[in-house]
């Protein structure tokens, strides 16, 4: 298993405050990403990350922001939690060179996050 | 941007029996497609993936998925489902815009096994 971990695994926090996810790579793999699962919604795709302090918009990036000032970290940051982000959290890394074709994504185990 | 269609949000099937998984997609071009598995309370694990050539894939845990360009279909099948294949199944492909690697997910569907 790729070398993923998100921290904490389960949180409950209360409307409005602000909270941080982790997740920690030991792949030393350049590409980093933030996903959320809902029901009837699969996985979508937040914010991602080509590299140190390279982070680019996804799909649903509205009240996430991210940071990686390290290659093995990537933070996932609700600056104010709503109720709406009540969520699976799961990070994701890929390689990116000398790969044929298109990487694989490889899964950390995620992070449940109910916001009250 | 390209996506990917799971019609079937659950599926049933008896444990011994064969499995086929549906996924449709749409991309004019030849697409990367995935299928990853998840088990409750864990992340997504990689079943297969499909770039280019042999259009019959085979994966891990027994599963194989075949192309079929002409139905834009990239369906999932196993011979003989064991209980322990009771997961969500997701259906990914490559998105192909500017974000990096990152897939497009179908909505899944979810795998239930009976004795």
């Known amino acids: 298993d790729a070398g993923i971990t998100q921290s904490p695994r389960h949180k409950v926090t209360e409307t409005g405050t602000p909270v941080t996810l982790r997740c920690h790579q030991t792949?030393?793999?350049?590409?980093m990403y933030w996903y959320r699962q809902d029901p009837g919604h699969g996985l979508r795709l937040i914010h991602y990350s080509y590299g140190v302090k390279d982070t680019d918009k996804g799909e649903v990036s509205d009240g996430y922001s991210v940071s990686r000032s390290k290659t093995e970290d990537f933070l996932l940051t609700l600056e104010s939690a709503t109720s709406s982000q009540t969520s699976v959290y799961f990070c994701?890394?890929?390689?990116?060179?000398?790969?044929?074709?298109?990487?694989?994504?490889?899964f950390g185990n995620g992070t449940r996050l109910t916001v009250t | 941007a390209q996506s990917v269609t799971q019609p079937d949000i659950h599926i049933t099937v008896s444990e011994g029996a064969s499995l086929e998984l549906r996924c449709n997609y749409s991309?004019?071009?030849?697409?990367?497609l995935f299928w990853y598995v998840q088990s409750p309370g864990q992340g997504l694990q990689l079943l297969l993936k499909?770039?280019?050539?042999?259009?019959l894939v085979q994966g891990i845990k027994g599963f194989e998925a075949e192309f079929k360009r002409s139905q834009s279909s990239f369906n999932l099948r196993k011979p003989s489902v064991h209980w322990s294949d009771a997961a969500e199944y997701f259906c990914?492909?490559?998105?192909?815009?500017?974000?990096?690697?990152?897939?497009?997910f179908g909505k899944g569907t979810s795998l239930l096994v009976t004795p």
């Open positions: 990914a492909v490559g998105s192909n815009s500017n974000s990096g690697y990152a897939l497009n």
């Open positions: 994701a890394i890929s390689e990116s060179t000398g790969v044929r074709g298109y990487p694989p994504l490889h």
């Open positions: 792949e030393n793999h350049r590409y």
């Open positions: 499909y770039f280019s050539g042999d259009t």
């Open positions: 991309y004019g071009a030849t697409p990367y």
